[in-house]
């Protein structure tokens, strides 16, 4: 179900949540994420995330160029994907994603759907 | 996607070029320190340079090695990947595969790679390793790493790579011997081979993705545990209360440094350029070669170059704000504001420099990676009342607004009329703004996309670097362009001589082209004496406020109270509003003329703004004097 080198990168991420501990709040978000794709599936997108959440991204509904310059920022598809705190009023919002922090607009976020 | 091909089987053979020293090329992603090893490398010897025809800049820079050796290394625009879309991107794919036509195929790559971020970084590994050229990958940070418990098998690293590994601190300078014993291996013309190892040649990110992840389970890479202080601060300067405080903190702070903290600076480095006029002066005898040398030259320069010290200290702000992560959440925070203007959260700094001096906010706007938004930013930069307008509506304001009080003894009516000058700027630039980007530079909303570095130290070294190399620019400018300009407006101010004596101004070729264009500024309420000083205000706004002085035979300064009585006397108030507003608007500066030129690498994007700028400022300056006559 999963291409091979997801399932690499999330036992990667696995294993390097495990030793950092319980030092950020990362470790409990991970614990949910299996659950969180079920509730609502094929719609749900980056901006309704709660906090401490994470979701899977499965596409990314963005022109080539767009949706190009954000998977090379770590927005691939099987990437794990947690936000954290945002600029006053909720927009731009910053995602972490395979190991950087980047911020995105509210538009955006809204064209990268979750599994 | 990934119909990028990689472009080492495109690469044409070049034949050897003898006798020219090696060219390593930094290849990197953004946000890899590759500057700071480029810094590092080849310290002062360096020089920014463009392509011809593109707005990219690039560093080429001398790097001393043992008994006298030296290599070229260029530092190429930082890029995720190698295909060819955007400008920066082509740049850095057309150097490697040696198509650009200024310079040679580099003869060695240095892939910077930061070691905190690998897995990540490794995809720009595949396209740049199967080039075929000699490469040492370094893995930045490695300190970094270290400290938050990550780590690599670097030996490993090196025979998955098929290519030597260093684990480097930029910073720090540790490793940094490795990457010279590399670069004195670096011969000429080293023959292109063929990558040892396996690599996703279709450059399609997700596979190139799967790749980086493969090869860091092999080299037991561990990604380091998240940077704890960069979170702690992010609570704090993301905080939804706190953050924005910070955020106004900052911006009021670099306010006041730009305006009040240079104010002591300027006026030394101004008494320093007077004086040492007069003194130079003195040792000349009394000639039209001493006026040139005195008057025009040196005072001209001068006028220019006492801007040095408030550019200075705010590239040390933008430096510090910079280097240190701030500038990126500052772009966040400001990002929304900025989007009702069609703008982005990183034009804001720049923005707010631009009402220190609109010549080092447009240099500023480099780091708006963005082509259109950054060149969005350019063209209104020139809007903000910048401080070289200031001398200009003092003098104006003094001469015609009486002074009432408003609100209290603090607020008055002159005080009121010069904030509503800065509002008029502000709003001729946001309404520019919405102009420009929703027709010739619209950009997709989504292309707002900015990644947090973690926060570090900012450096002493990398700070001064910076501040050295943009007073080198301008510097380089005001001793070019602005003494070229300089010399010209002396010539229209004091040519043709009579009897072998320099005219009275009005009786010189500007005088001449003042009373031409009288007709032309007459609608204004201009009279021939303003034409001159618009003539030689080209070179600085604030050159005006002496041009009428020497006019009007008066002492040339904004407080000076004679010059007012006489600017009353020739001057209707629709006029003196007229005049406001022209300067509020007017591109009257060749310095900005020259940056932009050199920003947007073309005369194109300078001439659009000096026509644009023009037209409204006389079309506005028009409707004010009409308005205003009506009234007073």
Known sequence: MQPTCDRQRASGSDRERLRVGLRTNMQTSFKKKPKAPKRNPGARNLTELKHGESGIIERLDLPEEDSRRLMELGFLPGHVVTPGHSAPGGDPRVFRVDGSEVALRRETALKLILR | MGDCHGCAAATIARPPVQSRRPIVAIAAPPTSGKSTLFNRLTGLRQKVANFPGVTVEHRMGRVKLEAGREIYVVDLPGVYSLSPRTEDERVTHDVLCGTMKELPRPDAVLLILDSTNLSRHLILAAPVLSLGLPTLVILNMADDLERRGGDIDSAELAMQLGSPVALVSAAKGSGVD???????????????????????????????????????????????????????????????????????????????????????????????????????????????????????????????????????????????????????????????????????????????????????????????????????????????????????????????????????????????????????????????????????????????????????????????????????????????????????????????????????????????????AESAIAPLGFNWKIGIGLITSLAAREVIVGTLGTIYGMEGTSQSVGLQQALRQDLTPGGAAALLVFFAFAMQCMSTIAVVRRETAGWRWPAVQFAYMTVLAYACAFLTNRVVSIWF
């Open chain 2, 178 to 516: 490795k990457v010279f014993q590399f670069l004195s291996g670096t011969t000429l013309g080293a023959a292109a081979k063929p990558p040892l190892t396996e690599l996703p040649v279709i450059q399609d990110i997700p596979k190139c993705r799967a790749w980086a992840a493969s090869v860091g389970t092999k080299t037991n890479y561990q990604a380091p545990a998240p940077p704890l202080w960069t979170r702690r601060l992010d609570a704090l300067f993301l905080h939804p209360i706190a953050g924005p405080a910070v955020f106004l903190l900052v911006v009021i702070a670099v306010f006041q440094t730009i305006f009040k903290g240079a104010r002591p600076i300027m006026d030394a480095v101004q008494t320093a350029i007077q004086s040492s006029g007069l003194w130079f002066g003195s040792m000349l005898p009394d000639s039209a070669l001493r006026s040139l040398v005195v008057d025009g030259i040196w005072s001209g320069v001068g006028s220019v170059v006492v801007f040095l010290p408030q550019i200075l200290l705010l590239f040390l702000f933008i430096g510090i704000l910079e280097d240190s992560g701030y500038l990126a959440r500052a772009a966040l925070i400001a990002d929304r504001t900025m989007a009702r203007f069609g703008l982005q959260g990183k034009s804001f700094i720049p923005l707010l420099s631009a009402y220190a001096c609109a010549v080092p906010a447009i240099m500023a706007t480099r780091t708006i990676e963005n082509k259109r938004d950054r060149i969005a930013t350019i063209l209104i930069a020139p809007f903000m009342t910048c401080s070289a307008r200031l001398p200009v509506y003092i003098l104006i304001i003094a001469a015609f607004i009486p002074e009432k009080p408003l609100l209290g003894v603090f607020f008055g009516t002159r005080a009121a009329a010069l904030l509503g000058l800065y509002v008029l700027g502000f709003l001729a630039a946001i309404l520019t703004a919405r102009l420009l980007k929703s027709t010739v530079l619209r950009t997709s909303r989504s292309s707002f996309m900015l990644e947090m570095p973690p926060y570090r130290w900012p450096t002493v070294r990398s700070l001064g670097l910076r501040l050295v190399d943009r007073s080198r620019v301008f510097l380089r400018r005001a001793g070019t362009v602005i003494l070229a300009v300089a010399v010209v407006i002396w010539v229209l101010a004091h040519l043709p001589l009579s009897g072998g004596k320099t005219p009275p101004i009005e009786h010189s070729l500007a005088g001449m082209i003042g009373h031409t």
